[in-house]
Each structure stands twice: as C-alpha cells, then as structure tokens.
Nanobody, 127 residues
Framework: QVQLVESGGGSVQAGGSLRLSCAVS????????MGWFRQAPGKEHEGVAL???????EYADSVRGRFTISKDNAKNTLFLQMHSLKSEDTAMYYC?????????????????????RGQGTQVSVSS
C-alpha cells in the first residue's frame, strides 16, 4: 500500500518561502508520476507541479518561476520549494502519485487521475 505523508506547511508573510516535503512509502512502481496539488476554500483541486520518473517537470502557470518540484529517490521524498509566496497561494497542499509512463508528459494536472494521495498540509500566506 502506497502511503504519502506531507509536512512543512505553515504561515508566512507574502514574499516569503516555504519548503514542503512528502515522504513516500510502499511504492514499487518503476515508472510513475508524482505531483503537488492544492485546494483553496470553496475551490476545486488545482495542479501545481508534477515530476515524472525521468525527472522531467511541469508547472502551473500561476507558480512557474516561483515554485520548484524535486525528489530524492534515495530517501523516497518529494519536495516543493516555494518562493515569493502570494496570498493567493493560500491553500491545503497535497502530494499525490500514480503509476504512468516514464516521462512527465504522461502525467496530467488533474488531481482525479492520482490514486495515491496524502492527507495535506496547510499553507497560509498573509499580505
């Protein structure tokens, strides 16, 4: 059973930075997609950043240039480094994973496509 556990959320002022982590266990797939998604109150889940098993990445337009997704395969950990945070980045952030092709082009930004999901970590940005 694949389990994902997020950490690193918190409260920060606009312009600040946070680093989210997602510890992954039970994963046995050779090729997979992993990603960060967020949900603000009253809104649908939004894809933020994806990474394929080949290391390729994809970002939502709203975060490109400010956020960086990465992974440490040896530690089975996914990261999201967030800089220049804005109030509109306030949301619950989830990491998610699904088996897929090796390239990030096969991943997709739809949260519904990801069968393995963490419980979320809250990010609050005050202006």
């Amino acid at each position: 059973q694949v389990q994902l556990v997020e950490s690193g959320g918190g409260s920060v002022q606009a312009g600040g930075s946070l680093r989210l982590s997602c510890a992954v266990s039970g994963h046995t797939y050779k090729d997979y997609c992993m990603g960060w998604f967020r949900q603000a109150p009253g809104k649908e889940h939004e894809g933020v950043a994806l990474i394929g098993s080949d290391g390729g990445t994809e970002y939502a337009d709203s975060v490109r240039g400010r956020f960086t997704i990465s992974k440490d395969n040896a530690k089975n950990t996914l990261f999201l480094q967030m800089h220049s945070l804005k109030s509109e980045d306030t949301a619950m952030y989830y990491c998610a994973a699904r088996p897929s092709g090796s390239s990030v082009v096969y991943c997709g930004m739809s949260y519904a496509m990801y069968m393995y999901r963490g419980q979320g970590t809250q990010v609050s940005v005050s202006s």
